[in-house]
């Protein structure tokens, strides 16, 4: 079946400019998680989806960032204004319930703020 | 709070040789430990996880893990290396805090592999 899917691929942008990513998990997972990979550095966290409430917020580094998710199904996560140290590839997984199961990724969203 | 910790961001071995990835956690609460590897322009994928059970467990491709609560380490090997293994691997321990839960990565190790 169909695995997670994100888009854009890449996006280039400038520095204050808006973007918007997208994330398409797999169908029936109620978990979506989003993360940020800065080159050279781990997964860090920022988000957390079960259904479409969030009951983790904690790693969204400011108030630039948001995430919304439609039902069980597509997220986007928003970055306003962006900063040059936004770059980074944004990764979403999912999961079919819990954290703890094994969580499928997407292939990321390499933004590059100019 | 849950954490981990990759000793050595880059590894490099010969084709047929041992491959030893250390991860360390600190968890006041009975851990649960993944391995996820990431291919070159690819997504991240699980290798194994330790939940609860047997302390040894085996992934895909090989590789396999053995949880030691002694000493606080899950470190990932595999007896024979491939060119194919090639890669950067990333551990993980489980974080409850506050009602919720979520997974915190180590720095990730890049596996060379050497002809």
């Known amino acids: 079946g169909a695995g997670v899917s994100q888009s854009p691929s890449n996006k280039v942008t400038e520095k204050g400019k808006d973007v918007e990513l997208r994330c398409d998990p797999i169908?029936?997972?109620?978990?979506l998680y989003w993360y940020r990979q800065r080159l050279g550095q781990g997964l860090e966290f920022l988000i957390y989806f079960q259904g479409n409430s969030a009951p983790d917020k904690s790693g969204l580094p400011s108030d630039r960032f948001s995430a919304e998710r439609t039902g069980e199904s597509v997220s986007t996560l928003t970055i306003q204004r962006t900063q040059q140290e936004d770059s980074a590839v944004y990764l979403c997984?999912?999961?079919?319930?819990?954290?703890?199961?094994?969580?499928?990724f997407g292939p990321g969203t390499r933004l590059l703020v100019l | 709070a849950q954490s981990v910790t990759q000793l050595g961001s880059h590894v490099s071995v010969s084709e047929g040789a041992l491959v030893l990835l250390r991860c360390n956690y600190s968890?006041?609460?009975?851990?649960?430990l993944f391995w996820y590897v990431q291919y070159p322009n690819q997504g991240l994928q699980l290798l194994l996880k330790?939940?609860?059970?047997?302390?040894l467990v085996k992934g895909i491709n090989g590789f396999e893990a053995e949880f030691k609560k002694s000493e606080t380490s899950f470190h990932l090997t595999k007896p024979s290396a491939h060119m194919s293994d090639a890669a950067e691997y990333f551990c993980?321990?489980?974080?409850?805090?506050?009602?919720?839960?979520?997974?915190?990565f180590g720095k990730g190790t890049k596996l060379t592999v050497n002809p």
């Open positions: 968890s006041s609460v009975p851990p649960y």
């Open positions: 330790y939940t609860t059970g047997a302390t």
């Open positions: 997984a999912s999961s079919p319930t819990r954290v703890w199961e094994t969580q499928y």
């Open positions: 169908s029936g997972h109620t978990a």
């Open positions: 993980a321990v489980r974080r409850s805090q506050g009602g919720s839960e979520k997974l915190v």
